[in-house]
């Protein structure tokens, strides 16, 4: 017989991964704002990176990505 592995459903944790996904909306409503400034492969890549959780890395992506456009990112 497999070992079998218990998933943690705590109520901790759900709340940890419902503060996550809103914090990724969050970030993708506001990467709509540039859609007329950036190309929609950069759009495209960085979207991608925020949607499978390497938040830090998007949000590190469009600001190099609007500072090489003289954009302004807070």
């Known amino acids: 017989?497999?070992?079998y592995k218990r998933?943690?459903?705590g109520v901790g944790v759900m709340a940890c991964k419902i503060k996550k996904q809103i914090e990724i909306n969050a970030f993708l409503n506001?990467?709509?704002l540039y859609r007329v400034t950036l190309?929609?492969?950069?759009l495209k890549t960085i979207r991608g990176q925020a949607?499978?959780?390497d938040l830090i890395?998007?949000?590190?992506?469009?600001?190099k990505l609007l500072k090489k456009e003289n954009r302004?990112?807070?």
């Open 51 to 53: 949607i499978n959780g």
């Open 1 to 3: 017989m497999g070992t």
């Open 30 to 32: 506001e990467l709509k």
């Open 57 to 63: 890395g998007a949000k590190k992506g469009l600001r």
């Open 7 to 9: 998933k943690e459903t």
């Open 39 to 42: 190309s929609k492969r950069s």
């Open 72 to 74: 302004i990112y807070q």
